[in-house]
């Protein structure tokens, strides 16, 4: 990429040691070029958070539940061109 960028991107993170699953349904960012080596990437969207965690109160039997939750990310990221 370079300047303006719009696309779909699917994740997974770990946090916490919990596995989530992130599909941004709309993310746009913007790329500048640094020193003609690195890129800096500023970027926003907005998707669907997916993940798994344990259920302990008001539960007569306690176990695994999936939630889903909405997911507005936001990064800047510093990356080496090559």
Not at 2 to 8: G, L, Q
Not at 14 to 38: C, H, R, S, T, W
Not at 39 to 59: C, H, S
Request: net charge positive; proline share 5%; charged share 20%.
């Amino acid at each position: 990429y370079e300047r303006w960028y719009f696309a779909m991107e699917p994740r997974l993170n770990i946090i916490e040691g919990k596995l989530y699953a992130d599909f941004i349904f709309l993310n746009g960012g913007y790329q500048v070029p640094l020193f003609k080596i690195m890129t800096l990437d500023l970027n926003a969207g907005a998707g669907i958070r997916i993940y798994q965690y344990m259920e302990k109160a008001g539960v007569i039997t306690p176990g695994k539940v999936w939630d889903t939750r909405l997911f507005i990310p936001a990064t800047i990221k510093l990356g080496y061109t090559f």
